[in-house]
């Protein structure tokens, strides 16, 4: 079945530092792929998406790009700020009957 | 509505009582998804409904779990006897379609569920 696979956290940086979250996948077909951002005491809130091969999803400063070759949809930002301390969830839309897959999530906490 | 809306946002219990979380989607999302987060924990997928199909319950936990979905839209968790491992955050999710399509899921803010 479809997975995502996320690097385990937490993250930790300080601010202005450059941002990589690893996301990779599998599955069947052509899915979209997606990252939601929780910051604390929230829900999840969509930050991002791609839906075909090689499209870019932007969103707040945050990037990714869909990597069909390697299965991947790595989240990057190039100076990143307290404000963006949340947990990060990769999901996958594969299109079928299923609903969407989500990884474990990402923690990522900024210092000034 | 505009978004997704939970209530409560908070639940204190008594161990062995039993509670119900109210979810009430976006206004035409005929998909609707209950998913639970333990403290620092992924998400959980507890049940989907979809339109007036029958549930896909395969994500409850135990028997003590149930949900209904009044109408096509208002849903209900209900959890009977609770225990302290129930405590958790439950969010609720609504979409057009199950699998998300291109839009993906709305998320509510969640009931914070604390079992003492």
């Known amino acids: 079945g479809d997975s995502v696979t996320q690097m385990e956290g937490p993250v930790t940086l300080s601010e202005e530092a450059f941002l990589t979250i690893n996301c990779t996948y599998t599955?069947?077909?052509?899915?979209?792929l997606f990252w939601y951002v929780q910051y604390p005491g929230e829900g999840l809130q969509l930050l991002l998406k791609a839906t075909k091969a090689d499209d870019k999803g932007s969103n707040k400063g945050f990037e990714a790009t869909y990597r069909k070759e390697t299965t991947s949809f790595h989240l990057e930002k190039g100076s990143v700020q307290v404000s963006d301390s949340a947990v990060y969830f990769c999901a996958l839309s594969g299109g079928g009957a299923d609903g969407l897959t989500f990884g474990k999530g990402t923690h990522l906490i900024i210092q000034p | 509505g505009a978004g997704v809306s939970q209530s409560p946002s908070n639940k204190v219990t008594e161990k062995g009582k039993d509670v119900e979380l109210r979810c009430d989607p976006i206004?035409?999302?005929?998909?609707l998804y209950w998913y639970r987060q333990s403290l620092g924990q992924g998400l959980e997928f507890l049940i989907y409904?979809?339109?007036?199909?029958?549930?896909?319950k395969s994500g409850l936990p135990s028997d003590r779990f149930s949900a209904e979905r009044t109408g096509g839209s208002v849903s209900t968790l209900t959890i009977q006897r609770t225990q302290q491992e129930d405590s958790a955050v439950y969010l609720c999710?609504?979409?057009?379609?199950?699998?998300?399509?291109?839009?993906?899921?709305?998320f509510g803010s969640g009931t914070r569920l604390t079992v003492v």
């Open positions: 599955a069947t077909g052509y899915p979209s």
């Open positions: 999710a609504s979409s057009f379609m199950r699998a998300g399509g291109t839009y993906g899921y709305t």
């Open positions: 409904f979809q339109g007036n199909s029958a549930p896909d």
């Open positions: 206004s035409g999302h005929t998909a």
